[in-house]
């Protein structure tokens, strides 16, 4: 993984000084893997590949003037690049030692080691570091409802005189908009699910189980000396369609639809992409059911532009397939943002009740599924970048049924 360019963390930082000077907020601290990410440009091995939650901290303060503040346990921060933009590190200690025998840090911490994650010393250095700037008293945006009750207590507990609000609003508002150095990420992984797909339908026989296509998934990935890695393979064949941890080895036979919901990882950008292929001749049934589909989807590409709400397009669109062929289809939403989430969906959604309206420098996935007993799961989804004028397309491949 590379380090997003210095442009890309300033950019976030200025953004995010506006919102914080609109809601009079002294202090923004990110909590979980993707904020983490966002506002410092470091990738937390503890917090991403462990699954570990609130061990590390990134600050920004509302003063133009000061650097965003990593807090991280002495262990991890030894793998923080010394080259990183705008940032200053502040470590603390964990249950591994590390130790100096050649003296290059001219000392070691020498107190007793916890047995596990400290978060009483994390939020202890974050009070400590509040204190510093003034703004120990001050008005200052968490992640409260993505944290554990533990954690908010330890931390309500080690900063008692700040006013802790909560920070998911304005963090849904800073990442929808996304900057060149984002967009260029997610291109790229949009780019590699597609050369995936293309790849994995390739080797589709009869016979050809969901396992066998997520396994040429995969291998397709693998190809690219980076090592891309599958955020999720959503993969069905015939009629199964609820999502597996384990994958399907039931045969595919003529007639029986093969839907791909996949997605790559670039950088911690996530692509969401869905196409669906039927091998040999679609039934009656399917063809019906495809084209209302695509009539939506269709139009969805159609509308979406500046200005427009997510609410609007998701009405106008719903409407579209119910007329074009599945009068009870029923979706809680047609799409989402695209960005660092590792479930792959993130707000803002189009829904029946989004508001927002789209801007330029939005990437969202648009997505048209369907579920069906007996028939299985068909979809189109694309990932588009909405522009001054409208929406320009990221994806390649056809949004037609494919017949294998």
Same mark, same amino acid.
């Given at each position: 993984?590379? %380090?997003?360019?210095?442009? %890309?963390?300033?950019?976030?930082?200025?953004?995010?000084?506006?919102?914080?000077?609109?809601?009079?907020?002294?202090?923004?601290?990110?909590?979980?893997?993707?904020?983490? &990410?966002?506002?410092?440009? %470091?990738?937390?091995?503890?917090?991403?590949?462990?699954?570990?939650?609130?061990?590390?901290?990134? =600050? $920004?303060?509302?003063?133009?003037?000061?650097?965003?503040?990593?807090?991280?346990?002495?262990?991890?921060?030894?793998?923080?690049?010394?080259?990183?933009?705008?940032? #200053?590190?502040?470590? &603390?200690?964990?249950?591994?030692?590390?130790?100096?025998?050649?003296?290059?840090?001219?000392?070691?911490?020498?107190?007793?080691?916890?047995?596990?994650?400290?978060?009483?010393?994390?939020?202890? $250095?974050?009070?400590?570091?509040?204190?510093?700037?003034?703004?120990?008293?001050?008005?200052?945006? =968490?992640?409260?409802?993505?944290? @554990?009750?533990?954690?908010?207590?330890? $931390?309500?507990?080690?900063?008692?005189?700040?006013?802790?609000?909560?920070?998911?609003?304005?963090?849904?508002?800073?990442?929808?908009?996304?900057?060149?150095?984002?967009?260029? *990420?997610?291109?790229?992984?949009?780019? &590699?699910?597609?050369?995936?797909?293309?790849?994995?339908?390739?080797?589709?026989?009869?016979?050809?189980?969901?396992?066998?296509?997520? %396994?040429?998934?995969?291998?397709?990935?693998?190809?690219?000396?980076?090592?891309?890695?599958?955020?999720?393979?959503?993969?069905?064949?015939?009629?199964?369609?609820?999502?597996?941890?384990?994958?399907?080895?039931?045969?595919?036979?003529?007639?029986? =639809?093969?839907?791909?919901?996949?997605?790559?990882?670039?950088?911690? &950008?996530?692509?969401?992409?869905?196409?669906?292929?039927?091998?040999?001749?679609?039934? #009656?049934?399917?063809?019906?059911?495809?084209?209302?589909?695509?009539?939506?989807?269709?139009?969805?590409?159609?509308?979406?532009?500046?200005?427009?709400?997510?609410?609007?397009?998701?009405?106008?669109?719903?409407?579209?397939?119910?007329?074009?062929?599945?009068?009870?289809?029923?979706?809680?939403?047609?799409?989402?943002?695209?960005?660092?989430?590792?479930?792959?969906?993130?707000?803002?959604?189009?829904?029946?009740?989004?508001?927002?309206?789209? *801007?330029?420098?939005?990437?969202?996935?648009?997505?048209?599924?369907?579920?069906?007993?007996?028939?299985?799961?068909?979809?189109?989804?694309?990932?588009?970048? =909405?522009?001054?004028?409208?929406?320009?397309?990221?994806?390649?491949?056809? @949004?037609?049924?494919?017949?294998?």
């Amino acid at each position: 993984m590379s %380090h997003p360019d210095e442009r %890309h963390l300033n950019t976030i930082a200025a953004r995010a000084r506006v919102l914080m000077d609109e809601l009079n907020l002294d202090a923004l601290v990110a909590s979980s893997y993707e904020n983490f &990410y966002y506002l410092c440009g %470091h990738e937390s091995t503890f917090m991403y590949t462990l699954r570990m939650n609130e061990v590390a901290l990134a =600050v $920004l303060f509302r003063d133009p003037s000061t650097k965003t503040i990593i807090i991280m346990n002495d262990f991890e921060a030894a793998g923080v690049s010394s080259d990183l933009p705008n940032c #200053e590190l502040r470590t &603390y200690p964990t249950w591994v030692d590390v130790d100096d025998p050649l003296g290059l840090r001219g000392g070691k911490y020498e107190g007793k080691r916890p047995t596990g994650h400290q978060a009483q010393e994390m939020f202890g $250095l974050l009070q400590r570091t509040l204190a510093e700037y003034g703004c120990q008293a001050g008005r200052i945006a =968490v992640e409260l409802n993505n944290m @554990r009750h533990s954690s908010v207590e330890t $931390l309500q507990q080690a900063a008692p005189e700040a006013e802790l609000v909560e920070a998911q609003g304005l963090f849904t508002a800073l990442r929808m908009i996304k900057t060149t150095w984002e967009i260029e *990420q997610l291109r790229a992984a949009c780019a &590699y699910a597609e050369a995936g797909i293309t790849d994995a339908v390739q080797s589709i026989r009869q016979g050809s189980t969901a396992e066998d296509i997520v %396994h040429e998934f995969r291998r397709s990935l693998m190809k690219d000396v980076k090592g891309l890695s599958a955020r999720f393979h959503m993969i069905s064949v015939g009629a199964s369609f609820a999502p597996a941890h384990r994958f399907d080895t039931y045969p595919a036979r003529t007639g029986d =639809v093969i839907k791909f919901d996949v997605g790559v990882d670039v950088n911690g &950008y996530g692509s969401d992409i869905a196409r669906t292929f039927v091998l040999g001749n679609p039934s #009656e049934t399917i063809t019906r059911i495809y084209g209302a589909l695509k009539a939506g989807h269709d139009r969805l590409l159609e509308i979406i532009a500046p200005g427009i709400s997510m609410q609007a397009a998701f009405e106008d669109a719903m409407a579209v397939i119910r007329r074009s062929g599945l009068p009870n289809y029923n979706r809680g939403h047609l799409g989402h943002s695209a960005g660092l989430s590792l479930a792959a969906e993130e707000p803002p959604f189009l829904g029946p009740s989004e508001t927002t309206l789209f *801007q330029p420098g939005m990437v969202i996935c648009l997505e048209t599924p369907y579920y069906g007993y007996g028939i299985g799961a068909m979809m189109i989804e694309d990932m588009v970048l =909405v522009t001054t004028n409208g929406c320009e397309r990221m994806n390649r491949l056809s @949004r037609e049924l494919v017949f294998l």
